[in-house]
C-alpha cells in the first residue's frame, strides 16, 4: 500500500459520504492529515485520522462541540465518522493558504499594523471557542494560516494527546500575546506593550461604561485595535516563495504544503469550497499574487482619524465644489474631513481622499498607504462611519497662508463590514470605544485640510 495512502477502512467510511482522498496533506496535532475530494463537484475539505488508541470519549465529546462552533477565523470541524476498524476520520474546512510557520521564517519581523491584523482576529477566534466552553490548548505558529482571502485562520483544534496540563482560556490568550510579540519588529510601539502585558498575564483591558475588563480574548483584541491601525499582512514575492520551495526540494525534503482550500460555510451548513490549485509552484504563487492578507481593522483612533502618505494626486486637481463648501471653523471642518474621509474610504475614491489631507504631508502618505493596500488586499468597508463625540479647539487658528490649528476630537467607530472581492463580507466588526486624536489643521487653497494625526496624551 501507498504510504501516504489513507488507510482502506477509512478511505472507505470518506467514500460512504460522498469523498475519496486525494493525497496526504502531512501532519497536524500529530494526527495524519489527507485532502478529501467531492465526488460530485470536486469540492473538497480535510480528513483527520484517529487510531483507534487515541480515540476516547472525552476527545469525542470535544469533536462534538466543535461541529457546533463557527467564526470567520476558526477552521470549521464537519463531522466525526467511525470506521470498522475502531478509528475515527473527523472531516473540516481546508484552509488553501500560506502556513505562518513559514511565513515568519521568510518574514521574522513585522510592522505593527500587520501584527494586529494577525492577532485581533485570532482573539476573537479564540473568545468564541471559550464562549462554547472549548480552549485551544495548544496555540502555537503551527496553528495558524494565512488565507488566500487574507484571513488569519485557526487550526489544529483536534489532536492525538491531550496536554499534560489541563489548558484554560487564559493560557490561550497569552500563548497568542506571546507569538504577536514574538513577530515585532525591535521599534518600541503601543502594540508591544500591549502584547507584552498580556504575555505576562496582566489584564489589558479598559472600561467602557457599565462593561468592567473580562481579562478575556476580546479584550486582547480590542487593545490591540486601540494600539494601532491595521494593516494587511506582506507577504512575500512570488519570487521568493518559489526559491524556498526549490531550496526545499535541493534539500530532498518534501516541502510542508501551504496551499489549503478554504469551504467557507455558513454557520449550520457544510461547506461547498471550490477547486484546489494542483501543485505546490502554483499554489505559492496564487499566494504571492495577491500579495496581501486580512484586513482585521479596529482600532478606532486610526480608522476615524487621518494617517497616511504623500500622494501622486494633486488636490488642486479635486472639485471645486468640495473646496468652496468647507466650513472655515477649524472643529466644523474637522468634523466635516472626518465625514468625507469615511465616505472615500469606502467608495475606495482616492481623489476624495486625498480632498482631506495636505498635499505632501504625513496625513496624506498615511491615507494613500492605507488605501491602496485595501485595493491591493482587493478589500473594501461596508458601512463605516465614524461618530464624531466631541471636538474642541486645542489653538485659534489665523487664516493666512501659513495658518494652522489642532483640534482635540474624541470619536467612535459604528459596526461595519470588511468585504471581498465578490461581496463576500470576510468580517463583521462591532462598534469601537471612544478614544481621542488631535488634528493638525492647516489652512492651504482656501479651506482647513489634515497635514497630520497625533495621539491625544492626557
Excluded at 480535510?46 to 462541540?65: C, F, G, H, K, W
Aim: charged share 20%; aromatic share 2%.
Amino acid at each position: 500500500m501507498d504510504p501516504g495512502a489513507l488507510p482502506p477502512d477509512a478511505a472507505a467510511v470518506v467514500a460512504s459520504v460522498g469523498f475519496q482522498p486525494r493525497r496526504r496533506l502531512g501532519v497536524m496535532g500529530g494526527l495524519g492529515r489527507w485532502r478529501v475530494v467531492s465526488q460530485h463537484d470536486e469540492s473538497s475539505c480535510t480528513a483527520l485520522l484517529l487510531p483507534a488508541e487515541v480515540a476516547s470519549e472525552e476527545l469525542d465529546r470535544r469533536i462534538e462541540a466543535l461541529t457546533t462552533v463557527r467564526h470567520a477565523h476558526l477552521a470549521a470541524t464537519y463531522r466525526s465518522l467511525r470506521t470498522k476498524g475502531g478509528s475515527r476520520v473527523v472531516l473540516g474546512a481546508e484552509v488553501d493558504g500560506l502556513g505562518l510557520e513559514l511565513l515568519r521564517d521568510l518574514r521574522p519581523r513585522w510592522e505593527p499594523g500587520e501584527v494586529v491584523t494577525l492577532v485581533a482576529p485570532l482573539a476573537d477566534a479564540l473568545a468564541c471557542l471559550h464562549r462554547n466552553g472549548l480552549v485551544h490548548g495548544a496555540f502555537d505558529v503551527h496553528a495558524v494560516t494565512i488565507a488566500f482571502d487574507g484571513r488569519p485562520m485557526l487550526e489544529g483544534l483536534v489532536r492525538a494527546q491531550p496536554p499534560t496540563v489541563p489548558p484554560t482560556p487564559r493560557a490561550d490568550v497569552t500563548a497568542l500575546a506571546r507569538l504577536g510579540l514574538g513577530l515585532l519588529d525591535d521599534v518600541h510601539s503601543a502594540v508591544r506593550d500591549v502584547l507584552a502585558a498580556a504575555a505576562a498575564g496582566a489584564s489589558v483591558a479598559v472600561a467602557e461604561g457599565d462593561r468592567a475588563p473580562s481579562g478575556d480574548a476580546t479584550d486582547l483584541a480590542r487593545a490591540c485595535e486601540r494600539a494601532a491601525m491595521a494593516l494587511p499582512i506582506r507577504l512575500p514575492s512570488a519570487e521568493v516563495l518559489a526559491a524556498r520551495v526549490l531550496s526545499v526540494r535541493t534539500a530532498g525534503a518534501e516541502p510542508t504544503p501551504p496551499g489549503r482550500r478554504p469551504a467557507f460555510t455558513q454557520a449550520d451548513v457544510d461547506p461547498k469550497p471550490g477547486r484546489r490549485r494542483s501543485t505546490v509552484i502554483r499554489s505559492l504563487a496564487a499566494i504571492a499574487g495577491l500579495s496581501v492578507a486580512v484586513l482585521a481593522l479596529g482600532q478606532p483612533a486610526v480608522r476615524s482619524a487621518f494617517a497616511r502618505t504623500p500622494g501622486a494626486t494633486d488636490p488642486a486637481a479635486a472639485t471645486s465644489a468640495t473646496a468652496t463648501s468647507a466650513p472655515a471653523d477649524p472643529v466644523a471642518a474637522a468634523r466635516d474631513l472626518t465625514r468625507r474621509r469615511d465616505a472615500a474610504i469606502e467608495d475606495m475614491d482616492e481623489g476624495a481622499l486625498n480632498e482631506v489631507t495636505v498635499e505632501g504631508s504625513p496625513a496624506r502618505e498615511q491615507d494613500l498607504t492605507f488605501l491602496h493596500r485595501l485595493l491591493d488586499a482587493g478589500v473594501r468597508l461596508d458601512g463605516l462611519a465614524t461618530e464624531v463625540v466631541e471636538a474642541v479647539e486645542m489653538s485659534g487658528p489665523s487664516y493666512s497662508e501659513s495658518a494652522s490649528a489642532r483640534v482635540l476630537l474624541t470619536s467612535r467607530i459604528g459596526a461595519h463590514r470588511e468585504l471581498g472581492p465578490g461581496g463576500q463580507v470576510l468580517r463583521e466588526l462591532p462598534a469601537s470605544a471612544a478614544s481621542q486624536v488631535v488634528l493638525d489643521l492647516t489652512w492651504t487653497q482656501s479651506r482647513w485640510r489634515v497635514s497630520a494625526v497625533e495621539p491625544a496624551h492626557p
